[in-house]
């Protein structure tokens, strides 16, 4: 940043060798190029503005290790551009209809596989928690929602098969619990997760991994409030037949994801050493929990028996994009647990979830419970492991520019030695 503010057009990045972080020359590069990330409507508005500086040199004592280097970085940073031009940009020009149509221009001839449902019946029948979040929004066209279906299969035989789920909130009114006091600005931000789902595709298509399959959604919609708005007080049936009594529309990602993450679980069933994750920038809590900047991450039971929220915070901390951890409790079920016999689970209470106690803790419990992934525990004959990863903190600040995380700590997970 400060080599741009000087007016150079052609810095040298030269991080000294001995550290004793492994991947120190890594993270310092990524830290160099998000400084030199452009947003997309400023592109669009102002192309002279594209490009900050004409290249950037990266010195390394060893040719061959600096160019699979520079791969990398090209492919991770190739990723955190999409995330950020679909989680930063305004609401209107990532709006769903627009987020769908920028990721198949995108991934257009490349080894992913793009599937775009935006069939308003389709959506009522096989997400009706969905539906109920976009029922205000339907009746505009630029508005309505979209679920975008994303499909890589790395050359070699499977050996793991990555579930991803994203939230894509292109704006977030509260809906009905209308978020008042003037805490709605930012919300164009609550389709990180989502942004991040695109983002980790395009570092798939980049780099091309092998013996790994990749199967993801984004949960495109709007939460907005008018006369059509979903109310507290509703019941709704998901799509794996759980009763849903709305408890606060603020508490719309979890009902955007639920039913999509139970069509997951489904095609899990039958995949190879499949792991099923949500990502979303879900709560306030998170961000009072632990601070900005950090994911979190909580594993349920066949997840938590393979250490795997450990495993990705150790790849976390390689690679710059830390996390902590967090555990499911008894306590998280029984808040969600229907208070009555008119309802199953209890989708919120009617406070904040950052003045809740355990208030990241206990949607993650919510989406389990809704989505049917409670048959599927450490007790049962198919357990499915499912973890949890909430980026409120680490999004990126607004105003500012997004982080992309959490998917440079997911390549050091899952992809690094497949390339």
Do not use: W
Not at 120 to 130: C, G, M, R, T, W
Not at 226 to 232: E, F, I, N, P, Q
């Amino acid at each position: 940043r400060r080599a741009v503010m000087a007016g150079c057009r052609s810095p040298l990045l030269v991080v000294p060798f001995g550290y004793p972080f492994a991947q120190a020359f890594v993270v310092s590069a990524l830290g160099a190029l998000h400084s030199l990330y452009t947003p997309l409507e400023v592109c669009e508005a102002a192309p002279q503005k594209l490009g900050k500086v004409d290249r950037i040199g990266i010195y390394s004592p060893v040719s061959e290790a600096g160019q699979k280097v520079v791969n990398l970085l090209s492919g991770l940073e190739s990723g955190r551009v999409i995330a950020r031009d679909i989680g930063g940009s305004d609401p209107e020009r990532m709006a769903a209809p627009l987020v769908a149509e920028y990721v198949q221009k995108n991934f257009s001839g490349t080894p992913v596989h793009v599937n775009v449902i935006s069939d308003l019946e389709a959506i009522q029948k096989d997400y009706p928690l969905l539906a109920a979040v976009n029922r205000c929004s339907s009746c505009i066209p630029r508005h309505q929602a979209r679920v975008i279906e994303l499909e890589y299969i790395g050359e070699g035989p499977t050996d793991l098969t990555l579930c991803l789920v994203g939230k894509g909130v292109t704006y977030d009114t509260g809906g009905t619990d209308i978020k008042a006091g003037g805490v709605m600005a930012g919300m164009h931000r609550d389709k990180c997760g989502a942004a991040a789902v695109a983002g980790f595709f395009q570092i798939l298509a980049a780099l091309r991994p092998r013996r790994v399959k990749v199967i993801g959604a984004m949960a495109m919609v709007r939460n907005s409030i008018g006369a059509d708005s979903y109310v507290a007080d509703e019941v709704i049936t998901s799509r794996a037949g759980v009763r849903v009594r709305v408890g606060n529309t603020d508490a719309e990602g979890r009902m955007a994801m639920a039913d999509i993450l139970c069509q997951m679980k489904e095609r899990a069933l039958k995949e190879v050493n499949p792991h099923l994750l949500t990502i979303a920038t879900l709560t306030g809590h998170a961000v009072r929990a632990v601070g900005p900047n950090y994911s979190i991450i909580l594993d349920n039971g066949p997840a938590a028996a393979k250490q795997h929220a450990q495993s990705m915070q150790l790849s976390g901390a390689l690679m710059g994009d830390p996390f902590e951890i967090s555990t499911l409790r008894r306590e998280d079920y029984d808040f969600v647990k229907g208070p009555s016999e008119y309802e199953d689970v209890l989708q919120c209470n009617n406070k904040p979830s950052s003045l809740t106690e355990r208030g990241h803790q206990s949607p993650a419990a919510f989406m389990i419970l809704t989505a049917g992934l409670d048959k599927h525990g450490s007790d049962s004959s198919q357990p499915l492991p499912y973890s949890h990863i909430d980026i409120a903190g680490s999004s990126g600040p607004f105003p500012g520019i997004p982080t992309g995380s959490p998917i440079v700590a997911m390549v050091a997970k899952y992809l690094l030695g497949r390339f």
